[in-house]
């Protein structure tokens, strides 16, 4: 604008109506004197008049100009001296070169000159080195400050954002909670009370829970008899968070004065402006608890993050209908929220194994998720090989059948890993899968040991059941019912059960008969069992030259050996000491052989007497207390041989207790 008025472009056209007026005085000059004399006057008069308005409007404008100029640098350097707006200019080394006195105001300081900015706070690393966005809020003692970044200017911005904040803070932490309470066990523990116990029992439940309710400003009411809900907001549950639920010990601990040992198991539902989503979420969150033993809490947000709190005691395994229903739910929440679903077993993989990781896979499906089996090729025994080339004709389930290096390129965070037959992390098919994975399930038969796969959100062990292949099958009898098992499927389940049961002979219950109805009716082919389970004559004679090493204690426990230059597969191992466990007077038996592994593996069987899981355990095995294994890292039969006697004699010199 200044440099348009200084060019004075009016003077153009004056200077050319001047012209203009020269040229038509001297013509009228030569047409008459009198008109061109009169003209002259008029004509010099007004000329003048404009020339001299054009001068003082000239004038005027720089006056004017010179003001403006004057006013808008006074203006701007009043802004960055009076604005409540922090700017600091840094060099090259990001050291401060300059400051307002507002970021003075901020850090507290007289001057800022000099400083280094990654002095004032750690906080402008990641904004300077371009590790996190250009706006960024750091807070600073009590006030919070968004931070902008000018990496070409080297300008650093901070505007006060403290109120807007605390306002945030504010609305997040008033945001509603619901939770639901459930007394474990209340039903099955009142029923061996009287009037005056159940009564007393009833008290001190709901004294304890609204009396904890009271304290956390939380508003909780009884639904039913062992039931409560609790309707909060998240700074009440940040409070209990820090407390970590100190209402479940109180629980715990004063009612097992009475001698009823009750439990509180919790479910939360958090993140979402919806009631009925936050119902969900607490509902769903409880049956994770439930699935994971009780006595424990569960934090469920929108976005699916999971918290869990609790769970100090043992749980006291009750295998029940309602708590397969209540797992099987639990797990399809966990389907339905995920992208993918890997199954996979232990290594060297049985028929249980493999028939349950098929069980899972067709979960999955049931919910219209892409399910996958992982599997090592190259660690099939013979049965399961067999079983591997029906699946083979079957190019749908055969296509799901993927190797651990598949599995990892297509893992990610949403990805569901349910690991079967084993909870241990080194007896997986690969480790890799289980350190990766975000969401992690673990459903086995055997007795937990102390290694044990961490960060699951959901755990089903039923030490009491025959199989994996039996627990899978009940988890699919709740699932949707669009679709229904194939043949094959079914079969698998089957030839799982028949094999880990020895053909229904051992720890078999009649939820074991009902499973293996459940399959029959849904098309298991039991001839197609028995042709894969069926062994070749080369298997029948390595086993019998197994058993003619056998030497059995006056004890009763029985021990066979393999040669060192001979490598043995896990499952002639299993049926050699299952078959010395027949012969009379056999309490217990043990087979110990080189495994495909390079490992000494030991197989251990007995009819109760002995507890054979406590002897592997030793070992750094596992199972149950009449079926065992483990695989030792020694060079020769003979050295587990000695450690195996050893442990034998520890336990039993301690009585063969558990």
């Not at 005027?60 to 701007?76: C, D, F, Q, W």
Request: net charge negative; charged share 25%.
């Amino acid at each position: 604008m200044t440099s348009f008025f200084r060019k004075r472009a009016i003077r153009y056209p004056l200077t050319a109506l001047s012209l203009l007026g020269v040229m038509a005085a001297i013509l009228l000059f030569l047409y008459n004197f009198w008109f061109g004399l009169f003209f002259t006057v008029l004509y010099v008069t007004a000329i003048a008049s404009a020339w001299k308005i054009e001068d003082q409007t000239y004038i005027e404008t720089e006056k004017h100009i010179e003001s403006l100029s004057y006013r808008m640098k006074k203006v701007g350097e009043e802004a960055l001296l009076e604005l409540p707006i922090g700017i600091m200019l840094l060099n090259d080394k990001h050291a401060i070169e300059w400051a307002n006195p507002y970021a003075m105001k901020v850090f507290h300081k007289e001057t800022l000159v000099g400083e280094d900015i990654y002095d004032l706070s750690d906080d402008f690393h990641p904004i300077i080195k371009n590790e996190s966005p250009d706006h960024v809020i750091i807070h600073l003692d009590d006030a919070s400050y968004n931070v902008i970044y000018k990496a070409e200017e080297k300008l650093i911005y901070l505007f006060d954002v403290t109120e807007k904040v605390e306002m945030e803070s504010l609305y997040y932490a008033d945001r509603t909670v619901l939770g639901i309470l459930l007394v474990d066990n209340y039903d099955e523990l009142a029923q061996t009370m009287d009037d005056q116990t159940r009564s007393q029992v009833n008290s001190l439940v709901t004294s304890l829970v609204n009396s904890w309710a009271n304290e956390n400003g939380i508003f909780v009411k009884r639904i039913a008899s062992d039931r409560f809900l609790a309707v909060f907001n998240e700074a009440s549950l940040a409070k209990l968070e820090k407390a970590k639920f100190s209402i479940l010990d109180d629980i715990r601990e004063k009612t097992a004065k009475q001698s009823t040992g009750l439990t509180l198991s919790i479910g939360v539902g958090t993140g979402s402006g919806s009631l009925t989503e936050l119902g969900e979420l607490a509902q769903s969150s409880l049956d994770l608890v439930l699935g994971r033993g009780g006595d424990q809490v569960a934090i469920k947000s929108a976005d699916g993050k999971l918290k869990f709190y609790g769970g100090k005691t043992n749980p006291v395994e009750k295998r029940t209908r309602v708590r397969a229903r209540v797992i099987s739910h639990a797990l399809r929440d966990l389907i339905q929220g995920s992208d993918k679903v890997f199954v996979m077993g232990h290594k060297m993989p049985d028929m249980d194994a493999i028939g349950a990781s098929i069980g899972v896979r067709k979960m999955a499906r049931m919910n219209n998720i892409e399910g996958y089996v992982i599997y090592n090729p190259d660690e099939l025994d013979g049965s399961v090989t067999r079983l591997m080339m029906e699946i083979e004709q079957d190019e749908e389930l055969h296509a799901h059948f993927i190797e651990p290096d598949a599995a990892l390129s297509m893992l990610t965070d949403k990805s569901l890993v349910v690991v079967v037959d084993t909870h241990k992390p080194s007896m997986v098919i690969d480790e890799r899968l289980v350190e990766r994975a975000e969401k992690l399930v673990v459903i086995d038969h055997h007795r937990r040991g102390e290694e044990f796969i961490n960060n699951t959100m959901l755990v089903y062990m039923e030490p009491y059941a025959s199989s994996t292949a039996e627990l899978v099958t009940e988890l699919v009898e709740y699932q949707p019912k669009n679709e229904k098992l194939t043949m094959l499927e079914a079969t698998a389940l089957l030839a799982g059960i028949v094999v880990d049961t020895k053909s229904f002979t051992l720890r078999t219950g009649s939820r074991t008969f009902e499973a293996a109805s459940y399959l029959r009716t849904n098309g298991a082919d039991t001839v197609l069992v028995q042709r894969l389970l069926k062994e070749d004559i080369s298997t029948y004679i390595e086993r019998s030259k197994l058993i003619e090493t056998v030497e059995l204690s006056k004890s009763g426990i029985a021990i066979a050996k393999g040669r060192n230059d001979v490598t043995y597969n896990s499952v002639l191992i299993a049926q050699t000491a299952d078959i010395l466990l027949t012969m009379q007077d056999v309490i217990a038996s043990f087979v110990i052989a080189p495994r495909p592994d390079g490992k000494i593996g030991i197989s251990a069987r007995s009819l109760g007497e002995l507890n054979v899981q406590l002897i592997m355990e030793e070992l750094g095995g596992g199972g149950h207390l009449t079926n065992a294994a483990c695989q030792m890292t020694v060079d020769t039969v003979e050295e587990a041989e000695e450690l195996l006697k050893t442990a034998i004699s520890n336990k039993v010199e301690r009585g063969n207790s558990e």
